[in-house]
């Protein structure tokens, strides 16, 4: 309940392009954020069918610490992005014309799946550190003649002390707690060349989550945050005043029923 009335609270705060004086984030909106792409067929009738997937696997969970067995379907209907979420990340690779973007957080490797097909020109690493969910990820990416995407078995913290990659914009879908959330966003700094942009998914997942979307808008490296209530933009634009903006999206939450 508490979710539902965060929710209806932005809605009502939050404007459309209409609203929205920055020339920046008005372009954003009407055409990338408001528009729509197309996902092939095949990616998205898959994604649908593992829903009713009856297999599962046993694999860590690192922020319990323990192993923990996982239904595929169950991870398909509650864990995995819906696809209105999934198809926006796709939408902002393909706007900015991107060429590299980290997910860090894969599960099944969903949006990594969506992103990489709508994208061609764009290599996807998903990072997560389930072994057994990576693999089932990489080979439904095998199944789906993805190759532009690939999801490494390793923790957050491990994969940034040994990376030596930049990326054009970084998704963070993982790990929802306060001070994990406000690491993996400076070590995300640190990797993303450009202005961005550092998406953050669930800023409303919990309370410890809402605090660090909160400290991260104040970050005074980030000069345009944009609050979508599922997602956290956030653009790193060199010479730009500071500015946020309560963004309504979807514009019409009907599709939430969908």
């Known amino acids: 309940m508490n979710k539902l009335i965060q929710f209806l609270r932005h809605f009502f705060r939050s404007k459309t392009r209409h609203g929205t004086h920055s020339p920046f984030v008005y372009a954003l909106i009407d055409q990338c954020i408001y528009q729509s792409i197309e996902i092939p067929t095949e990616v998205r009738v898959n994604f649908e069918k593992l829903k009713k997937d009856v297999r599962s696997f046993t694999g860590l969970d690192h922020g319990k610490g323990i192993e ?20 926006l990340i796709a939408r902002l690779a393909r706007y ?6 980290l997910e860090l957080g894969s599960n099944l490797g969903k949006t990594s799946a969506y992103v990489a ?12 550190g389930n072994e057994a969910l990576a693999s089932f990820a990489m080979k439904n990416f095998q199944t789906l003649s993805i ?14 002390q040994t990376n030596s990659r930049t990326f054009d914009m970084i998704f963070i879908d993982g790990d929802h707690r306060y001070q994990r959330t406000l690491d993996n966003y400076e070590s995300s ?5 450009g202005e961005g942009p550092i998406v953050l998914h669930d800023i409303y997942w919990s309370d410890g989550m809402n605090e660090a979307w909160e400290k991260i808008k104040a970050d005074n490296d980030a000069t345009v945050t ?32 969908l």
């Open 96 to 101: 900015h014309n991107l060429k590299s973007l």
């Open 226 to 257: 944009i609050d979508l209530f599922f997602f956290g933009l956030v653009y790193f634009r060199k010479g730009q005043v500071k500015e946020h903006f309560d963004i309504r999206f979807p514009r019409n939450p009907m599709k939430l029923l």
């Open 68 to 87: 923990i067995t996982y239904s595929i379907g169950d991870l398909a209907k509650k864990s995995a992005s819906q696809d209105f979420e999934s198809m």
């Open 117 to 128: 097909s709508a994208n061609p020109q764009l290599n996807v690493l998903g990072i997560d």
């Open 147 to 160: 190759k532009n995407a690939e999801i490494k078995a390793t923790t957050f913290t491990e994969f940034f």
């Open 189 to 193: 700094k640190k990797v993303l060349k």
